[in-house]
């Protein structure tokens, strides 16, 4: 390859330009742009600049305005500073720097229209701008996430699969797959990628077949062990030739039992105890025999060990037959569910332009779309796939009119779980070959020169074969180093340090290590270095240039968040302070997990089971002690499970968000995490949920649909870009980031503690067919020993490039723990350093001491003069640190400059009357003040139901969830027992409760017949939640209007509150609409006594009066008079309010008025009251 002149490259044609870490790929694209804007005067939207994610978009953007802008400052003469040398000459070559001027003038004020877009934006707008050449549908749905499709799918699949298979083939499928989600969890790893093709090419058919195979030689052993199976049994239990130690008495009886199971079942068993039936086979009884003697021999044991393979190969048939079907059925259902809801998910996009550019239409619409975009730049191209290429070479063949520019880094290549394709990266790099057009950056602009040269001694030693395994299509190319870093250079007491650092650790005696000990000794060393290193910044000692180290300079890089999680409390212990920043989902935190539990306490608060779960989460902290405590305390039980109905209520009402910022500041559950530790992470995560979850009950209403989404996304925890950690400080600390989120940035000092890890083995047999460069998935062929090991030298080739990529963030320094530590062969720094090929296929020679190890990085450093420091690892971390402070910022309380008036405040019902606060609604706090029951009533009939507040929230809650027409007597039981049960009362209740629901339901509230029962769902709203504003309500303004009605006089004497401003706030248990009029109720517990002859109409006013209840319902009547003249236009108060009901649940029969109390307030009143609380006056 040659090196690249952005100044002289050829600005047509298709040209592969080859970058390596730190070589200013960006700023090359930036140069390219502005050639292209004023050499070959394209306009910015002419010049498509492609890349992968949205964030890349924006950088892309911003870095090429700021180019732009810089040379346009330079053309005016009012740059700062001189531009840098490429600039300069790009500008000095120009003619007519007037038009230069006007053209980049032009380009900074339409550059919000530049043409710079993910992949699948690309294709969405060329889509939609030639629609009829495309054939894209004009309105369609795109959605971002088809997860929730897939489940659907994947559920259907196995429902119509089950329901037609026999019993035995169900016990299997269960056993492999034991629901749905793990089916679909088995297949995830093949969506991302496009045309993948699975091996063997077998379906259920073939697989029933095998299985018949399976049973003909069952049946074969069946009678041949019916015939001869006492004289089988004799041999195995008494021949000489035996070794007694592998077949002693108990092997051979257990040996025995296993065959005897097997013959007794009867028909082929999907399960067999094969390690014992392996007993009877020749293989193993020549193995177990005494040397010089003759095994025993027996047809069976051929019979058998035919039998066992034929067994584990139709089984492995059927298994591959099942993930083939369900594969293909999700991607059939897939297309066509989208295409028939009219919706398009983003890698549909890709689909439609590839079918665009190979329809009848293709010439025709490849040319409008390089008409559009003469010449397109692909960033990041090593994170290609095949149908992205297959669509950019349909539409730039490489002619004189247009250009591709491919721009990338074989080297970091680290995506392929999403799908990118290094192959397909290696096959452009093959068919630019022969045009003469392929590149390469050849000066790393950002680590200092000696790391720079270690990092090219680390990757093209003499030694070293294959470095990136795929010669010749990736290679490592040594770069050059820049002088820009080592103007600033690091140094401790005013020395250099070796920029490249290896700490070596084994075991004792020089025995491998265990990767626990071996993370916990790297975390703990590394941790202690870093808190030193901020020590000696603290003291000066530490600099880079002239400035001491900070703690942001340093970045700790790993795999996983479990290892991210392990090295922030390692910092933890030595005091420093870290931000965590990876790409795990946060659907897989133990956040997530704990909001699961209070979500479905929320949704069921009576669930006393579910609401426990959800107070001994670390949100709420409860302990067992508490619990128990609250378990005997009914009033307070009674107010927390008010408080979750509360919650529940407001989310139903006002939408997911109002009802959880209600709980969590309620609750103080903020408060509650920031206190332990890791708090930030945790607090962080749980509103990243809270938002996600707040998007969700946008297109899924219903608490039911937000819950089942939650459990979906739990269950499929691979990172989306909404669903991935958040920062979670944006303060100055030590960052501690995986090696994939790392990609593109760049740290002054970096630790590596744990290069080792090779990952976690995929389930799923995946690899590159040698011939055709395609990627195929394994699921049981012939082959698949030949082609595991394709896959093993693929993960190998990614562990390599994922060091690279760890290795070229470091900007001066990089510190790397290795060793003798168990799978180390396997990793990336094995195959670097301790690489081997005795004249064959090169290979992995890992040392057997901690000598050896360190000489052959010694030896390394010798042959290619790189500054590599070898040590042995530290001892556990003792250095501590404490901040200094100075890199905080100061902070300070803001004062309000406006003054809040004393007396606004959120008033209630119960404020007025006991002159206390109340954010709950009355459910019968109290009994009632008379109690003229006499002993006369069955024990557990309705009145000796418990009182108290307890017992009144159940009555309330059960008939909020009742549904008022389903009055059978069986059904009622049903409902009240599951009710009794989740509020931990007692069963036996169930009878008087029932009959007293089917006395409320059924009794006539009115003459005209009115029943409770004749409402449906959708003509009654429950609990009823209600502010109104109150301008200054006052006591003496209070018992002036109802001083005007005789019937209401008594309901304001005696009052005793502060004029109060702010806001009414109460709760109506029950609001329904009857022929076209609106009516409140209120549930009343009461107990007026052991008959519902003591329920009669002067009881109840006695009650009502004693209560305040009248004044209560205005309050009611004019919430609800004010939300009904909203929400009617014609609304009038005569014709659509009915009135109130007071409805003492225990008295109420059919056939009778006893427990019914009702009320109309006169308009004149409520229209007073209206006024009073509006205006302040009546």
């Known amino acids: 390859m040659q090196p690249l002149n952005p100044l002289s490259c050829p600005l047509t044609g298709r040209l592969l330009i080859e970058a390596s870490a730190g070589t200013g790929k960006t700023y090359t694209i930036a140069i390219l742009f502005l050639r292209l804007l004023l050499q070959a005067r394209l306009e910015v939207e002419q010049i498509l600049v492609v890349t992968f994610t949205e964030a890349a978009t924006a950088e892309l953007r911003m870095r090429i305005r700021a180019r732009l802008r810089e040379a346009l400052q330079q053309l005016r003469g009012l740059a700062q500073q001189p531009p840098d040398p490429l600039l300069r000459e790009l500008l000095d070559g120009i003619d007519g720097r007037q038009e230069a001027q006007q053209r980049l003038e032009d380009a900074l004020v339409r550059m919000d229209e530049a043409s710079v877009f993910t992949i699948h ?201 099942w993930l083939r079907e369900a594969h293909a059925y999700l991607l059939s259902e897939l297309a066509r569910r989208k295409e028939e809801r009219r919706q398009l998910y983003f890698d549909d996009l890709l689909r439609r332009m590839q079918q665009a550019l190979q329809g009848e239409s293709g010439g025709r619409f490849a040319a409008a779309v390089r008409r559009r975009f003469p010449v397109a730049m692909i960033d990041e191209f090593q994170d290609t796939d095949p149908l992205q290429y297959q669509i950019f070479s349909g539409i730039y063949p490489g002619e004189a009119d247009n250009a591709l520019f491919m721009i990338g880094d074989p080297k970091q290549a680290i995506y392929s779980f999403r799908g990118a394709d290094i192959f397909t990266y290696m096959q452009a790099r093959r068919e630019t070959a022969s045009a003469g057009t392929q590149y390469t950056l050849d000066t790393n602009w950002r680590s200092a020169s000696a790391l720079v040269s270690c990092v090219n001694a680390l990757f093209g030693h003499k030694r070293l074969e294959s470095p990136f395994i795929y010669e010749p299509d990736i290679q490592f190319q040594p770069v050059n180093a820049s002088t820009t870093a080592d103007q600033a250079p690091l140094r401790l007491a005013g020395e250099a340090v070796p920029p490249l650092q290896f700490w070596l650790m084994s075991g004792e005696a020089e025995r491998p290590l265990d990767l626990g000990p071996a993370r916990e000794r790297a975390a703990a060393a590394s941790a202690g270095r870093i808190a030193e290193l901020l020590n000696q910044a603290q003291q000066g000692v530490a600099l880079i240039g002239e400035r001491p180290l900070r703690a942001r300079d340093i970045a700790v890089l790993v795999r996983t968040h479990a290892e991210g999680l392990q090295m922030q409390q390692a910092l933890s212990a030595c005091g420093v302070s870290s931000v965590a920043i990876g790409r795990e989902s946060v659907f897989a935190s133990q956040e997530a997990a704990e909001l699961a539990l209070l979500l479905n306490a929320i949704a069921a608060p009576e669930d006393e089971a579910q609401l426990r779960a959800a107070l001994v989460t670390s949100l709420f902290g409860c302990s067992l002690s508490d619990l128990a405590a609250l378990a005997v305390d009914e009033l307070a039980w009674g107010e927390l499970l008010q408080r979750f109905r509360r919650y529940r209520q407001a ?147 990614e562990r390599l490039r994922l060091f690279y990529v760890a290795l070229t963030r470091a900007k001066h320094l990089c510190v790397m723990s290795w060793g003798r530590i168990k799978g180390a062969e396997q990793s990336a720094p094995a195959w670097l350093l301790h690489q081997t090929s005795d004249g064959g296929e090169p290979r992995v020679a890992m040392p057997e001491t901690l000598q050896g190890i360190a000489a052959d990085i010694q030896r390394l450093a010798e042959e290619t003069g790189a500054e590599l420091l070898i040590e042995a690892l530290p001892n556990e971390a003792t250095a501590s640190y404490r901040s200094s402070g100075k890199e905080c910022v100061g902070l300070r309380v803001a004062e309000l400059a406006g003054l809040v008036p004393h007396r606004w405040r959120l008033a209630s019902f ?74 931990g009362f007692e069963s036996h209740w169930g009878e008087a409760l029932s009959g007293m629901l089917r006395d409320l339901l059924t009794t006539e509230l009115d003459q005209n017949g009115l029943q409770l029962c004749q409402i449906s769902r959708a003509d009654r709203l429950d609990e009823m939640e209600f502010f109104y504003p109150l301008a200054s309500l006052s006591q003496p303004g209070l ?140």
């Open 910 to 983: 119960s404020s007025l009357v006991a002159g206390v606060e109340s954010e709950w609604p009355d459910h019968d706090a109290a009994d009632g003040g008379i109690d003229t029951a006499r002993q006369t009533a069955p024990l557990e009939d309705i009145f000796r139901f418990p009182r108290g507040p307890r017992a009144g929230t159940f009555i309330h809650s059960l008939l909020e969830h009742c549904d008022f027409g389903a009055i059978d007597q069986e059904g009622l039981q049903a409902f009240v027992q599951r009710q009794l049960q989740s509020h």
């Open 651 to 797: 989310w139903v009402q006002q939408g997911f968000m109002v009802g959880f910022q209600a709980l969590l500041h309620r609750e103080a559950i903020p408060q509650q995490l920031l206190s332990q530790p890791g708090g930030e992470r945790r607090i962080t995560n749980l509103l990243q949920l809270a938002e996600l979850l707040q998007l969700a009950s946008r297109e899924r209403p219903g608490i039911d649909g937000v819950l089942r989404w939650f459990a979906e996304q739990r269950a499929d925890t691979s990172p989306s870009d909404e669903s991935e950690l958040r920062l979670e400080s944006d303060a100055a600390l030590v960052q501690i980031v995986t090696i994939h989120k790392s990609k593109g940035l760049e740290y002054p000092v970096v630790f590596l503690p744990f290069p080792w890890g090779i990952g976690k083995k995929s389930d799923l047999l995946l690899f590159h067919n040698p011939a055709s460069g395609r990627l195929c998935l394994d699921l049981g062929s012939d082959d698949a020993a030949a082609h595991l090991a394709l896959a093993e030298r693929e993960r190998l080739a």
């Open 121 to 321: 934006g690309f294709c969405g707008r060329v889509l939609q701008e030639n629609a009829f050449e495309s054939g894209m549908p004009f309105e369609v749905e795109l959605i971002s996430d088809e997860r929730a499709l897939r489940h659907e799918i994947i559920c259907d699949f196995w429902r119509s699969r089950l329901a037609v298979l026999d019993l035995p083939q169900t016990v299997w499928l269960r056993e492999q797959w034991k629901t749905p989600e793990a089916l679909l969890s088995a297949l995830q790893g093949t969506l991302p990628h496009t045309g993948l093709s699975l091996i063997p090419a077998l379906g259920l058919a073939d697989a029933k077949l095998a299985w018949r195979e399976v049973e003909v030689r069952y049946q074969e052993l069946c009678t041949v062990w019916a015939a001869q199976g006492a004289e089988i049994s004799e041999l195995l239990t008494t021949s000489k030739a035996l070794n007694r130690r592998s077949y002693n008495k108990s092997v051979v009886t257990k040996a025995l039992a296993a065959m005897g199971e097997l013959i007794e079942a009867g028909s082929c068993p999907s399960c067999l105890a094969e390690k014992q039936l392996e007993r009877f086979t020749p293989s193993m009884l020549e193995e177990k025999t005494k040397a010089g003697e003759t095994p025993p021999a027996h047809p069976l044991f051929d019979l058998v060990a035919g039998f066992i393979a034929a067994h584990s190969s139709a089984l492995g048939m059927r298994r591959a037959a």
């Open 1039 to 1178: 018992q002036e209007v109802l001083a005007k009605f005789a019937d209401y006089r008594s309901s304001g004497e005696g009052l005793s509150f502060d004029s109060t401003e702010g806001l009414m706030r109460g709760f109506i248990d029950l609001v329904f609409q009857h022929q076209g009029r609106f009516y409140l109720a209120d549930y009343k517990s009461n107990h007026l006594g052991n008959r519902p002859e003591e329920y009669h109409c002067e009881a109840l006013e006695q009650a009502m009066q004693a209560h305040r209840y009248r004044l209560q319902y205005l309050i009611y009547t004019l919430a609800l008079h004010r939300y009904l003249r909203q929400r009617l236009p014609d609304y009038d108060y005569q014709r659509h309010f009915g009135g109130v009901y007071y409805l003492f649940v225990r008295g109420i029969r059919p056939g009778s008025r006893h427990g019914i109390f009702y009320d109309r307030p006169p308009l004149a009143l409520i229209e007073a009251l209206d006024r009073l609380c509006a205006e302040g006056q009546a």
